[in-house]
């Protein structure tokens, strides 16, 4: 029989919804998931285990708690290496088929308790429903990827250099992998990562976010009930004071062959420089700063939706989000018009459990405070703000569309990671190519146009690792995820993310006789 873990939060936010009375904007959400689901403890050597103090989870969209989470430091994430390390040699014993059968297990526990994985990225996360059951779902679609490509890893056997000898090459698993991961996809995050290290017969230590450790220790309880043996799938959650003492030991100890970090460029540049000590192989997914251009042929309809979807998805908050909208001369003021129009029927802020919500809050007041700045600058320098512009109470900020936006201002300097769309108009192709290019990211790169010749000359012009053409969401697994320049190193998701977590090796066999 299913128990229910029922945590109540309170929510009362004036300005989001204006107009009404106190007595109707107070509104009850309550956090009701199946008991095993709300794990509150780290997840080592397949045991939940404690520590000497707890830190506090807390909804976004209210303030409120809805959970303390042991609070691991450097002796709990010592042992979950430990951990890792033992279970690796027995994993890697496991045939390919082995680890996928078990992948898939995960993976069908994971779409069993979608509703309840969804609610917890949405308590912990501010997301919407719908935005977290699709995560959900993008989530699992990794396990399921990667529990196919696990019977796909081949080596190779090469043309000797003499008659004498046969070179075989041989794909192995590097070992126990450190896996640290942002608040903005809790889920995902992990098992594009996960999926693909325990396909190759890799174990893994996971650090979660500060905000979002409750998504991570549910995949710990599914990984357990599918069968992932002991140590293979560890989780070590901690709060934001302990997080450099466990990422130390996550990155500088001897028994840890890789690190593979999702988050900010800045915190990835502490990691590599950490890990070069003891030589790891990194594997980084950093910050973005994506272009968004449309070009005077574009559809525009197609051009606005796509740049709704693009924007606004997880309240701007994810790192393919377009950052800087490019629009050209001739299709800038239609444009604009109608995306003001697409923002004022379709965007609605609330708790991210109210079915009419499609914008939470952001993770927290620090990044509502960013996105303010942001607006605050820009007005300075001369934009004009066509919709919204405000932060309101706690980390709630009004979907913003400015206009007369120049390259000097933070918005188009800085990742943004919020609900603000900020537009630059611009002549010529080689005008927007050169502002889009003007950038140390090159995550994801967008634009709209219906000229063949354009469409190839941008897309191979772009310093970007995506692009998307007419298409504002592009992320699945079957392709690869990935930057270039300081959006990082590696690819995860594709037939490609499985390499990061292998290394060749080159096998002689000489002294054949004929
Ligand atoms: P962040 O501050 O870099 O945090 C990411 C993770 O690193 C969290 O678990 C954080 O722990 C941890 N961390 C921070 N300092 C650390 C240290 N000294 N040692 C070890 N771990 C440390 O990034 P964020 O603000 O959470 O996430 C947003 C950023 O991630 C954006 O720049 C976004 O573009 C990027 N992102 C990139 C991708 C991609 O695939 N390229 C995907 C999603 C997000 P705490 O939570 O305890 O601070």
Known sequence: MRSFCLLRTRYLLHQVFPGQSITTMQRKYS?????????????????????????????????EEIAKVADCGPAEAKQAVDSAHKAFYTWKQYTAKERSVLLRKWFDLLTLHKE?????????????????????????????????????????????????????????????????????????????????ALAAGCTVVVKPAEDTPLSALALAELAGQAGIPAGVFNVVPCSREKTPSVGEVLCTDPLVAMVSFTGSTATGKILLKQAADTVKKTSMELGGHAPFIVFDSADVDKAVAGAMASKFRNSGQTCVCSNRFLVQNGIHDHFVKKLGQAMDTELRLGHGSDPNTTQGPLINVRAAQKVENQITDAVSRGATVLRGGKRLDGSFVQPTLLVDVTTDMLCTQQETFGPLLPVIRFNTEEEALAIANASQMGLAGYFYSQDISQIWRVTEALEVGMVGVNEGIISTSEASFGGVKQSGLGREGSKYGIDEYLDVKYMCFGGLTH
């Not at 000898?165 to 594009?192: C, D, E, H, Y």
């Open 31 to 63: 956090l009701n998931v199946c008991a095993q689901l709300l794990r509150t403890q780290g997840y080592i050597d397949g045991h939940w285990i404690s520590a000497a103090s707890t830190f506090p989870v807390v909804d976004p969209a209210t303030g």
């Open 116 to 196: 309840d994985l969804a609610k917890l990225i949405t308590f912990e996360c501010g997301k919407t429903m719908k935005e977290s059951l699709a995560e959900i779902a993008y989530s699992s679609s990794f396990l399921e990827w990667f529990s196919e490509q696990a019977r796909r890893v081949y080596g190779d056997i090469v043309q000797p250099n003499t008659r004498d000898r046969r070179i075989l090459l041989l794909k192995q698993p590097v070992g126990v992998a450190s896996v640290i991961t942002p608040w903005n996809f809790p889920s995902a995050m992990i098992t594009r990562k996960v999926g693909a």
